[in-house]
Structures are given as structure tokens and as C-alpha cells.
T-cell receptor, first 113, second 113 residues
Framework: DAGVIQSPRHEVTEMGQEVTLRCKPI?????LFWYRQTMMRGLELLIY????????DSGMPEDRFSAKMPNASFSTLKIQPSEPRDSAVYFC???????????FGQGTRLTVV | AQSVAQPEDQVNVAEGNPLTVKCTYS??????LFWYVQYPNRGLQFLLK??????LVKGSYGFEAEFNKSQTSFHLKKPSALVSDSALYFC???????????FGSGTKLNVKP
């Protein structure tokens, strides 16, 4: 398996633009997580899905952020409109239920100017 | 409440010396404990996990961790540090009830020649 695949690896956009980050989890995994990493706040859980259903989105910072998982092999995180404070590295991770580890993608480095 | 604490922002050790990176946790139910490593501009990589059984868990790259239920700790250890071990280390706990991962704030390990 190629692991968790995220795209794009880098994104530079202007304030106010819509940004869409993409994630392909490992085949057969039931859970998918979106994290954001910054120097100031560390690693933050934004949202996670079990069996394509959002379970906990309490970490989503504002209504400008939305996430979808239309099927078991694809998820998106959308920011509309983007702001400079959204600049961060966004990670997607997947795992099986319960006692198993999560596998992380390489991340998307987002810069909003 | 579920939480993980890494009390040290940074650990400095000389190459060849033993290293310890500390982690304590708080979780209801059975704790599933994990250690991850992050190299610059990379995603988090799984090192090892404790699910049940022997309190001393061995993982990748010569790392091991000791689960201590009475002290609610899961410290990461290595008998002889390498310069290449220098990275950011995260401890995490997965809640048996909610399946979420709770990550610590990370500890930067510096191994000097």
C-alpha cells in the first residue's frame, strides 16, 4: 500500500480564496482524521470520521472550514474564504478501529498571503 | 477527561548515552498508548504502541517504552542515542470509548555528537 496520500503537498493562495485539501486513506481503514500543525498550537485534531460519517468536528475552528468524506477512499478539507491565520501544515491520518495506530500522510503546507 | 502530557519541550543528550522522553496520560477505560516521531517537513511516523501484555514494548529504530499503570506513564527510551534520532517526538493515547487520538505537545530531542 502506498500509505495515506495527500494533495497538494504545498499550496499558496491569496486571502479570501477557497482552498481544498485532499486525502486518500489506506485501503480498509475505517477511521480518518484531519489535523492541523502550527508552531504556536502544536498538533490539533480538526475532525474525524468513522465509516465515512463525521463523528467529532469540535476542533473545526470556524464555519469557514468544512470536511467531507463521500466514500471510503477519499476525503476533502475545504477552507472558504481562507485567511492568513489558516497558514499551517494540514495532516490527514487513517486507522482501523480501536487498538491500532494511525498512519499519517506527508501533509499539505498551506500558506495564505 | 482524556489527555496526554509531555512535560519536557526539549531533551538534550550526547550521542551514545541513554535517552528518555517522558509521557503521562489520563484516560477512562483501557489506554492504548503510542509514540510517533516527526522529522522536519515530514508526517508523523509510528514508532511503537502498548495495547496489553508486557509492560516493556519494543519498537522501530531500537526504541522501547515502558508502560506504568500506577504512575500513568509511558516513557520512551533508547539505550544508546544516535545523532539521527534528533527529531520531534509525540506521545498519544487512543480512547477505547471514542476512538479519538489525543496527542501530547511534542518533545524535541537533540542528540549531539
Amino acid at each position: 500500500d502506498a500509505g495515506v496520500i495527500q494533495s497538494p503537498r504545498h499550496e499558496v493562495t491569496e486571502m479570501g480564496q477557497e482552498v481544498t485539501l485532499r486525502c486518500k486513506p489506506i485501503s480498509g481503514h475505517n477511521s480518518l482524521f484531519w489535523y492541523r500543525q502550527t508552531m504556536m498550537r502544536g498538533l490539533e485534531l480538526l475532525i474525524y470520521f468513522n465509516n465515512n460519517v463525521p463523528i467529532d468536528d469540535s476542533g473545526m475552528p470556524e464555519d469557514r472550514f468544512s470536511a467531507k468524506m463521500p466514500n471510503a477512499s477519499f476525503s476533502t478539507l475545504k477552507i472558504q474564504p481562507s485567511e492568513p491565520r489558516d497558514s499551517a501544515v494540514y495532516f490527514c491520518a487513517s486507522s482501523s478501529y480501536r487498538a491500532t495506530e494511525a498512519f499519517f500522510g506527508q501533509g499539505t503546507r498551506l500558506t495564505v498571503v | 477527561a482524556q489527555s496526554v502530557a509531555q512535560p519536557e519541550d526539549q531533551v538534550n543528550v550526547a550521542e551514545g548515552n541513554p535517552l528518555t522522553v517522558k509521557c503521562t496520560y489520563s484516560v477512562s477505560g483501557n489506554p492504548y498508548l503510542f509514540w510517533y516521531v516527526q522529522y522536519p517537513n515530514r508526517g508523523l511516523q509510528f514508532l511503537l504502541k502498548y495495547i496489553t501484555g508486557d509492560n516493556l514494548v519494543k519498537g522501530s529504530y531500537g526504541f522501547e517504552a515502558e508502560f506504568n499503570k500506577s504512575q500513568t506513564s509511558f516513557h520512551l527510551k533508547k539505550p544508546s542515542a544516535l545523532v539521527s534520532d534528533s527529531a520531534l517526538y509525540f506521545c498519544a493515547v487512543r480512547d477505547d470509548n471514542f476512538n479519538k487520538f489525543y496527542f501530547g505537545s511534542g518533545t524535541k530531542l537533540n542528540v549531539k555528537p
